[in-house]
């Protein structure tokens, strides 16, 4: 006779993964993932969580699906060609995953993503292709205190990396001096950027998005169920000789990074609600000084000067969000000079304007200083405009 019926031994969908002695099903499920790209990487990672089943998933990309991405690209078809990456992706990981709530954003993940997404994730996995996007990332997940797991091929080669809140070293202290000559290069050119990247064509095969998107996904597992990981570390696997092999890095005692906002505030408000000097009032009396600084998130061009004609345009918009090819004055196609703020004191003639109206993203953090303390101030009112679905409750992680 048995000892059980076969009613009674619980059979779902996750139960060969509770049969793993540490796997905790309800903590992955409750786990709120950034996915930021939906390119090679991002498919991959996708998959395996979706699989996994994670429920909590906001995915992030800018870009429209290719021919040439099917070959690499598991959640997208050929009838999918021209539809933006993020939106094919979040349905596809529904058709895997029934209840999730997987909320697509069609946006740069550096230019026009809020530090408040950043804030809403438990953990934030990158498939990405260029440094610029995960410098920034790096910023982000340290300023509001997230851990992240990056990936990067190339070839049939790739590295995984696994970077915690507030330890170093992070991603900009692995930074050599070629990868800042590349960085410098891609942020210069006054400014402005140029329309088509250079970076974004890199030969890669699905072979090795696979291996390596399965370990970051593996790391975000283990992370969430506190097993060791790859933190401050890099895994690299060689497919051209079955090498592999873990990577020290050394942390930069200049390294930028280093900064975690110290206080949050959460303002119920949306940010079409505050106007900049609204906000900065609000923070004089919070931190009880007069003299206080309001910082954005990243620099904003302001104006466009030409020095040839003395025209001046208003801007207002993120570096980097706008085209080299604008920048030339309507009087002979002089290239105009960028002028850029990066926060309020108190006196600017735009302080009247809504952060809405400051070319920042929704749904962002604006950090207000005095000598002896800081605030950052998130405009949950924006939480529903951007998360979608994914706004819906809290972390219920522990
Ligand atoms: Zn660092
Ligand atoms: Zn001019």
New binding site residues.
């Given amino acids: 006779m048995e000892a059980f019926s076969r009613s009674e031994i619980r059979e779902d969908r996750y139960s060969r993964l509770r049969l793993i002695p540490w796997w905790d099903q309800a903590r992955i499920k409750a786990c709120r993932v950034l996915v930021i790209g939906a390119g090679a990487l991002g498919n991959e990672i996708l998959k395996n969580m979706a699989l996994l089943g994670f429920q909590r998933v906001v995915v992030v990309d800018l870009d429209r699906i290719e021919l040439s991405n099917l070959s690499r690209t598991v959640l997208y078809r050929a009838e999918d060609v021209g539809e933006q990456k993020a939106l094919t992706a979040a349905r596809a990981y529904r058709s895997l995953a029934e209840d999730a709530l997987v909320q697509p954003i069609v946006a740069h993940a550096v230019h026009d993503c809020g530090l408040g997404i950043f804030e809403w994730a438990d953990l934030i996995l990158a498939g990405l292709d260029n440094r610029e996007a995960r410098l920034w990332i ?1 910023r982000a997940a340290w300023k509001v205190g997230r851990p992240w797991v990056d990936g990067a091929i190339e070839g049939i080669n790739g590295v995984v990396r696994v970077f915690l809140p507030g330890r ?6 692995t930074l050599g001096e070629v990868d800042w000559a590349i960085l410098e290069k891609r942020m210069s050119c006054n400014l402005l950027a140029h329309s088509s990247e250079a970076e974004g064509k890199v030969p890669t095969t699905p072979t090795i998005s696979s291996i390596i998107a399965g370990i970051q996904v593996q790391e975000a597992v283990k992370l969430l169920h506190g097993l060791p990981t790859l933190a401050s570390r890099g895994y690299v696997f060689e497919g051209l000789n079955h090498t592999s092999y873990v990577v020290e890095y050394t ?2 005692p200049d ?4 900064y975690t906002i110290p206080e949050l505030v959460r303002l119920p408000e949306s940010s079409v609600e505050w106007t900049v000097e609204q906000l900065w009032h609000r923070a004089q009396l919070e931190l009880g000084r007069a003299e206080v600084t309001l910082e954005f998130s990243r620099d904003v061009i302001w104006r466009l000067v030409c020095p040839r004609c003395g025209t001046v345009e208003e801007r207002f918009a993120a570096v980097g969000s706008v085209l080299y090819d604008e920048g030339a004055c309507s009087c002979d196609g002089q290239q105009r000079v960028v002028e850029t703020i990066h926060g309020y004191t108190g006196s600017e003639a735009w302080g009247c304007r809504r952060l809405t109206e400051l070319g920042l993203p929704l749904l962002d953090i604006y950090v207000a200083r005095s000598a002896e303390r800081e605030i950052g101030y998130l405009p949950e009112g924006d939480r529903e405009a951007v998360l979608g679905v994914a706004a819906a409750e809290g972390s219920t992680l522990a």
């Fill in positions: 790096n170093a070293p992070c991603y900009e202290c942390e930069n390294c930028m990074s280093h």
